[in-house]
């Protein structure tokens, strides 16, 4: 007697679907991140280093 299939099973059965890299990120690349990460890591090495200059006095 065969067992019913599980829902993990049936889901193996579908096919997949293809799709290219822009569709599959959902979104637009670029508009500037690289620069908003260096300006806020920069930003953060300042503010921790003017906190080191005014407690270290």
């Known amino acids: 007697m065969q067992q019913p299939l599980r ?12 799709m290219t890299t ?7 690349t670029g508009h500037g991140v690289r620069y908003v990460l260096v300006f806020g890591l920069l930003g953060i090495i300042f503010a921790l280093a003017m906190t080191l200059v005014i407690f270290a006095s």
């Open 7 to 18: 829902q993990s099973d049936v889901e193996d059965l579908e096919p997949e679907t293809a």
């Open 22 to 28: 822009d569709r599959a990120r959902q979104g637009v």
